[in-house]
Every structure is written in C-alpha cells, then in structure tokens.
C-alpha cells in the first residue's frame, strides 16, 4: 500500500527513528519531516498526507492542539512518552497511539493497523471478503468475521467464538490482534471483542449477549474512547 505520510515531533532522534522504522517496513512515501507543529501546518497549506504520526508534548502548539486542525480525513498516529493522553487522543482521526521508546516489533503491528483501516476506507467491490482460515488440529475452517463474537485465550491455545460455534486454535492472542482491525479491539489480556456484539457495558465489564467480560485497566482508556464516539 503506497501512503503518503509526514512526521511531526521536536526530538531529532525520534524522527529520525521513525524515518529508519517508515524506510525498513513499508512502501509508504514519507514527505515531510517537521520539528514543531507550525511548519507542519505551513508544509500541509500547500500539501496533503494521508497519515500524521505526532508527538503530543511540543513547544508552541501541542499534538492535541495540532490535530484539532487537521482535515477530518487526514489520519493520525499519535508517537508520545505520555501514556495520559490516550482516552483524549482517539476525539481524532487516530488509528494508533504509540508509547517511546518505539520497537521494531510495536511499530510492525501498528502498520498492520494502519493499513487495515485504509483498506477499509477503499470502495466495497475492491475489499477482499472479510473471512479467514483457522487451523484445528489437521483442519482449516472458514469463519466470517462479521460472526466472531470474541477471543478468550487459553493458555497456548485461542477460542474463537462465533454466533453459530466454538474453535480451538494453537496460536496466540496477540498474534491475533495483530491480524485484526476494527471493530475488533482488546480490552483485557484473555479477550478480544467484537465491538458490534457487545450488548452493553456495566461496572467493569462488558457484554456480549450472556457472556459477561472483564475490562482490563489497561485496555479501559482506548475502549472507552470507542464507545463515546458512538454514545448519545
């Protein structure tokens, strides 16, 4: 997938960190490189992106304050060393919110993000069917993954849980969650959800039809900031 995208922070080694991350990775063409919000704003006057990854934390005009001026279309991917922002950081355009020091092996699994939800923004005649394969034992089934309801994982094993049945399958969930896209989102360490059967939300946990699932603390930021973008 060939995007076209530009780096804004003020620290020099995370950029240029990003730049050797973006080069390695991807096939994406990397435009601009801006140390301050203001010669972002300056080079997008006269130029477009289709991807922003921003610091929060810069002189003269935040990332938050930078992104509330960005083109509603324009996505982002929020690079900070500030955990507290996360909840606020998806009111945006946000695809992914990395924590510096930034891995090879995080920054792999955000591009996977990334270019899922570009994927889905192409016209339906020009997605692929939205299914995968999933090996059991010396089997592979077919399941649609509009009919997943959630991963719990067992140990070494997953359980895809679907509206008609139950798989167990020898992998990981995060290596799962890597493969997958919204509306699908972790929100505790044994769980991944369909977040378009959940049924509601309670205390510290949610529901899908009977089945109640715990809320991890850690997940609970970036699933809440979901849900509000959808709540009356």
Partial sequence: MN???MIVDDEPNAVN???????QTTGWQ????????????????NNSVDLIFLDIEMPLLSGMELA????PDTAIVFATAYKEHAAESYSFNTIDYLLKPITLKRFIAST????NHFQNLLPAEKKEEEYFFVKTGSELHKIQLAEILYFESQKEYVKIVTQK????????LKDIEAQLNPPFTRVHNS????IKQLSKIHASSIYIGQKQIPIGDKFRDELMAIIQKRTF
Avoid: M, P, Q
């Fill in 30 to 45: 990397l435009l601009a490189k801006c140390l301050n919000a203001l010669d972002a704003i300056s080079f997008l006057k």
């Fill in 68 to 71: 509330g001026l960005l083109s």
């Fill in 3 to 5: 995007l076209r995208c």
């Fill in 191 to 194: 769980f991944i959800v369909n």
């Fill in 112 to 115: 996977k993000k990334i270019e």
């Fill in 17 to 23: 960190l990003l730049e050797v991350l973006i080069g």
């Fill in 165 to 172: 049945r139950e798989i167990l399958t020898y992998r990981r």
